[in-house]
């Protein structure tokens, strides 16, 4: 199979799974509606003359907020695009998985691995491509000129690199664990509860400072801005360092996917 078809056919095959949708919706609609409800309550606190209720009056600061959402939504990519390989069919479907069926097609399993890393890259990127100018078009357009927009348009564009390459870092990191636990359980309750309900690499900060250099605390400045956070790495020595364990994660999955049984 040739390299554009086999892109062409993950891509396809992972469009068709409502659980990607469902990832792609947690990262573009909740990103919208945590921005609207930062927005008008930015908006609201301005107009009643106590803006010091809020953390910040920036119409991007508002949007800014909201885009750690969107490592949720490529953590679920990147989990059902592999998970969804090993699921079991209906019994009345043979009950078999479609893994089988995907490797009769294309037996070269590194070619396999890395198409749906590349189709996981774009979708993450034109899902961040969509969803930062939405919410800070939004924030925008409710803040209005009601406050002094402090964050300039080169700031703005890196910080939103910046999270677009943790979005895609992350979910590459999701794809890897998949692969090597055979389990959609298993990444989302790392990946998400560690960033979202209690981050236990930051809790490790208290024991020891070398869980600064754990993925996602390694990455963590791409989101908060650049030199802005008190202790680890820098946010492009951070970023290098949490790359440098995607990559090593995915081949350590490379390798066990193509040595072991389908």
């Known amino acids: ?30 990103s919208i509606a945590i921005t609207v409800l930062n927005a ?35 953590v679920v990519l990147g989990v059902v695009m592999i998970s969804s390989e090993y699921a079991a069919n209906a019994a009345d479907a043979g009950a078999g998985r479609q893994i089988t069926a995907t490797l009769t ?81 298993i990444a989302p309750i790392v990946l998400i509860a560690n960033s979202s309900v209690v981050s236990v690499s930051l809790l490790l900060t208290n024991l020891t400072p070398l869980a600064h250099w754990l993925p996602d605390l390694a990455g963590r400045r791409l989101f908060a801005g650049v030199d802005t956070v008190d202790g680890g790495l820098a946010a492009g020595p951070g970023a290098l360092v949490m790359a440098a364990w995607t990559v090593l994660l995915l081949a350590v999955a490379a390798i066990v996917f193509r040595r072991r049984d389908a």
């Open 105 to 185: 097609a294309m037996p070269r399993r590194v070619s396999l691995l890395a198409a749906k890393v590349t189709v996981l890259v774009l979708l993450v990127i034109a899902v961040a491509a969509v969803t930062l100018p939405t919410t800070v078009g939004i924030a925008n357009a409710v803040i209005g000129s009601a406050a002094t927009e402090t964050v300039t348009p080169e700031q703005a564009l890196l910080r939103g690199l910046g999270g677009a390459l943790y979005w895609t870092l992350t979910g590459l990191i999701a794809v890897a664990v998949t692969l090597l636990t055979r389990s959609g359980l």
């Open 40 to 74: 008008v309550t930015t908006r609201s606190a301005i107009d009643a003359g106590t803006p010091e209720r809020v953390a910040n009056t920036s119409a991007f600061e508002a949007a800014f907020a909201a885009m750690p959402l969107g490592t949720v939504g490529a």
């Open 1 to 30: 199979m040739r390299v554009a078809g086999l892109l062409a056919a993950e891509l396809r095959k992972t469009v068709t799974l409502p659980a990607a949708w469902a990832g792609i919706g947690v990262a573009v609609l909740g």
